[in-house]
């Protein structure tokens, strides 16, 4: 199984802000998959980060307000930016298990917008 | 495009079997996941099942797949009040939607003692 981990894991921002999400996996892998989870809702996918070349983003998703960098095999961040109130949610970092073809989710980085 | 539906609340009695269920759209769907959420926390993969799959079953958890019906079910015998917590299935196309989950909208078992 993979073992990630985000930094940080919670954070208050001040509206117009930015933050930046950072992921970590114990091992190589070649997509890396950011999740937005709103209060009481279920999951939605962001984006798919592929090192090396753009990220590619779901219907409702922009880069200029989410962009994504993947620098290596092992690590991502997400930017959230221009922040509003209605960016308060809980992002995860999210990556496939290869040959057992699970899906793993880092511990999630709860963000509260004032 | 595709659809996951699952029922909201669930509540049982400790020791009593829980059963959850979950439709979906997408005739084109590979694997199908169970993932549980406690409170503050991250999600947990339970288990999962191949759509070429009838059941599945993984010490209490029972999974059950009618392809036919596009439905999907997990059985957790012996419901202890850990338990407690939200359940979603998702699924995963594949082909070039590998990776890429659909969740449903969660169900939140109590778990009564």
């Known amino acids: 199984s993979a073992v990630i981990s985000q930094k940080p894991s919670r954070d208050i921002c001040q509206r117009g802000t930015s933050l930046t999400i950072q992921c970590q996996v114990d091992s190589q892998v070649t997509m890396m998959f950011w999740y937005r989870q709103q209060p009481g809702q279920s999951l939605t996918l962001i984006a798919t980060a592929n090192q090396g070349s753009e990220a590619t983003y779901e219907s409702g998703f922009v880069i200029d307000k989410f962009p994504i960098s993947r620098p290596n095999l092992t690590f991502s961040t997400l930017t959230v930016s221009n922040m509003s109130p209605e960016d308060s949610s809980i992002y995860l970092c999210?990556?496939?298990?290869?040959?057992?073809?699970?899906?793993?989710f880092g511990p999630g980085t709860r963000l509260t917008v004032l | 495009g595709e659809d996951v539906e699952q029922s909201l609340f669930l509540s049982v009695r400790e020791g009593d079997s829980s059963v959850i269920n979950c439709t979906y759209t997408d005739s084109s769907s590979t694997y199908l996941y169970w993932y549980k959420q406690e409170p503050g926390a991250g999600l947990q993969l339970l288990t999962y099942i191949f759509s070429n799959m009838d059941m599945k079953q993984d010490q209490r958890l029972t999974v059950l797949l009618n392809k036919k019906d596009k439905h999907l079910s997990l059985r957790i015998a012996d419901t202890q009040t850990g338990d407690s917590a939200i359940y979603f299935c998702a699924e995963n196309a594949g082909g070039t939607s590998y990776g890429k989950l659909t969740f449903g909208q969660g169900t939140i078992l109590t778990v009564h003692p």
């Open positions: 999210s990556v496939h298990g290869g040959v057992t073809d699970t899906q793993y």
